[in-house]
């Protein structure tokens, strides 16, 4: 039996040790507040997401810097914890994301439908949109403030280029204001054509309001003119005037609605054009995956004669789609 004999000191040193062992692994985690995780929970970070995106108490981190979750937790969620009632959440800035699901919904959350947000892609984020066929968006975030990107009409009979920048910042927690210009040409590419071509020049001012993290109200502006021909420029007589009010909930951490009215008029040096006469209502799903993400939804024109003539073969509007993709 003496083979089997351990000497007293190496006995209390192993369950000093294997003690120790199991009061880490049972190591409770923080108690953190909604949009916040503990940090044993977490496996791997997102690269190029501040920790500081949103305030989070010792012990947890911010749940936009989450990319996965670690297989073998630091720590462990008490039963107690997990059903008590989750305290109130101090309200989120804007510029964080209006919904529990990040990773998805931020490569969209920089637009209602057609409406611009006060609100960008992740920093270093690459999104590209096509809307229908042949207009696609390419949008590169700089840094939390700032996105420059370029609407491309791809050459079937026509092409055309818009570079475009953006700028947005929090005035609150909860209300954020953004603006951008554009500009660019298109027409036919054919050689010769090229008197025919369209040039046009605008921008856009947005306020966006987060009612609570998965609802959001925008309101905004987009302003544009232009001309024919480069050769010999012929400028449009006044600027199109499109004000735009939306709204978006997410109701599940991979689909939003939207719904947005606009009313687009003509404003020049003797006034206004079909001010009030035209609205365009819009709105749809948007299912949002981590690199692939598009809309399907309806556009109705609501003015007299689409409701008299049109409107019965087409009740619920016209439909539209897109699809984008992160890169």
Known sequence: MRYFKIPAAIFVCLTITMLSAAALAEEPCPSCPSGCVPIGLVGEFRAGVSADVRVCPAGCTALETVKSMAEKPLCSLQAEAATAAVPPAEPQAVAATATEAPVYADNTRNRIILGRTALGIQPGDVTITGYGAGLWQFEYGVNENLQLGAFVVLPVMVAGVFPSIKAHVNLTDNIALGGGAFGGVFGPFADGLMDVSIWMIGGHAEMTFAITRNNVINIG???????????????????????????????????????????????????????????????????????????????????????????????????????????
């Open 221 to 327: 502006m987009i302003a544009l003119g232009g001309g024919f021909g480069l050769s010999d420029t012929d400028a449009f007589d006044g600027a199109i005037l499109i004000p735009n009010i939306g709204f978006r909930t997410t109701f599940t951490p991979r689909w939003s609605f939207q719904v947005e009215l606009s009313m687009p008029f003509l404003a020049g040096p003797e006034g206004t054009y079909m001010a009030g006469d035209l609205f365009l209502l819009f709105y749809g799903f948007r299912g949002h995956g981590e690199l692939i993400f598009g809309d399907i939804g309806f556009a109705m024109p609501l003015f007299e004669d689409y409701i008299k003539y049109i409107w019965k073969y087409t009740p619920m509007g016209i439909p539209y789609f897109s699809i984008g993709f992160k890169i």
